[in-house]
């Protein structure tokens, strides 16, 4: 069948697993019935385990299904050292649930996929070696990916069932307590992992730091937890950033990171009062810079900046140009640092952040959101997931969720090396074009056609032309020429869920 955008999905996978197509950005107000964990009641003094062995050998059977979080990002000691026992101890068939992978736990994964350790994925994004694996059919079933709402939305309805949560801490009590903001590991918000934390129905925290009891303030609380399990070192906090927030130089980024900001302040949007949500790439984090001495020019605050949090955006809340931050994850030292000095960075886990099955999330209250893409459309789609070679390379992350802004900017290159970055159609669509505003090049901005309020405040912007989304992909083409199409198999190795839980789209086995 063909979903709603066109997209091709096949007959048996709506059958047989019960999706319906993605039809509207628009969620409605549906009543949801939410799920409850299975919790065993525990007494005694403490909950300590001797060691990760031991735990493992507690909770897991063959068939069930594990999560870990990603807050530690490539600096992860955790995932791999369970994953060790795990694939040694010659446990089958289990499902990953994990809220995303990074490029550290690729090796292991793989491995787990080949002894049948690992036969089902569901995450946000894979890269490196993973991707590839999967990317070529290495996977009995096909990956699920989701966004970070849709993750919280699909925990909370028991679409995602967790056995057995595997949660590194900084920090943890002998009972459980434990937040993210504490330790030589430090990484700052929880808000990923408690999901985990609430709906799993056994949590085993791992931590390189007993503290006395009562630990605070917890996060994660003992009322969640089962076992706390001390190793040598969770994690390396230095690496929370590695490969994600850097401050760029480059001229063609400097310039695509103006002309966004020339496109917020022009718009109807940059009023005392607005709130935003920025990446963490380098673009981005100049897009943070140009934006600040905009709102001193203009004497504007904001009240509030979402999502994944930089050291750039809690400058801006120490200097008083923003009232509150809202946490959900730390891209860096700095802004993990900050987490316990800053009454006004509110932790927030990921069902308030973005899960459209609640009764408010704060992407909700969004009035711009700037993200970036791997590829777009002539009809405003956006890929964040797979390369120019049709290889998984990417994570949705936050990208579906913050699109529900109301001024939804895409900043990207007209090309990158020799291949098009706006294309007829992209390899996979993971963000509809309908919650797209605006895209911004180095070269000029495309606004949506149906947003023609845009077209009137942003047409006379100095210096910023303004094409058609059509225009741009011609100029792409003429400099670097149409690539040859890819190729695929008929196998269907990933499925793209919009965070309604609807398929949007469908990644096949790339033909070698």
Known sequence: ??????????????????????????????????????????????????????????????????????????????????????????????????????????????????????TNITSSGMRGSLGDAVSHGALANPVIFRSHGNRARAIETGAIKIDVAFLGV???????????????????????ALMDAQYADKVVLITDSIKPYPNTPASIKQTQVDYVV??????????IGSGATRFTKDPKELKIAKTVNDVIINSPYFKDGFSFQTGSGGAALAVT????????????????????????????????????????????????????????????????????????????????????????????????????????????GGHQDAATAKLTIISAPLVRGRITTIVNDVTTVVTPGDSVDVVVTEVGIAINPKRQDLMTALRDLPGVPVYTIEELQQMAVQKVGTAKPLEFTDKVVALIEYRDGSLIDVIHEVKD
């Open 289 to 396: 810079r140009f934006l600040r001495q905009a709102m001193l020019d203009k004497h504007i605050k904001a009240s509030f900046a979402l999502g994944g949090i930089t050291k750039p955006t809690i400058d801006l809340l120490e200097e008083g140009l923003v009232a509150k931050v809202m946490d959900v994850q730390d891209f860096d030292k700095g802004a993990a640092e900050s987490m316990h000095l800053n009454k006004n960075q509110q932790e927030i886990d990921a069902s308030w952040y973005a899960d459209p099955a609640n009764k408010g999330a704060m992407v909700d209250k969004l009035d711009v959101a700037i993200l970036s893409a791997l590829e777009l459309d002539t009809k405003f789609n956006v890929n964040v997931m797979s390369g120019s070679d049709g290889v998984i390379r990417g994570a949705i």
């Open 170 to 192: 900084p920090n943890a009590d002998e009972m459980g307590n434990a937040n993210g903001m504490d330790g030589k590991a430090a990484f700052g918000s929880l808000g990923y």
């Open 1 to 118: 069948m063909k979903n709603k955008i066109n997209r091709n999905i096949p007959d048996e996978i709506m059958r047989e697993q019960g999706y319906t197509g993605f039809d509207s950005v628009e969620f409605g107000n549906p009543d949801i019935q939410r799920v409850a964990p299975k919790v065993t009641a525990t007494t005694g003094n403490s909950k300590v385990v001797a060691s990760l062995a031991e735990v493992i050998e507690k909770t897991l059977h063959n068939g069930m299904t594990i999560s870990f979080h990603h807050h530690f990002r490539e600096g992860d000691y955790v995932f791999n050292q369970v994953m060790r026992l795990i694939i040694d101890n010659g446990y089958q068939n289990l499902t990953l649930a994990p809220s995303s992978l990074t490029n550290v736990m690729n090796d292991i994964v793989v491995e787990a996929i080949d002894k049948g350790v690992v």
């Open 230 to 239: 001390e190793i040598d070192a969770v994690g390396n906090p230095d690496k």
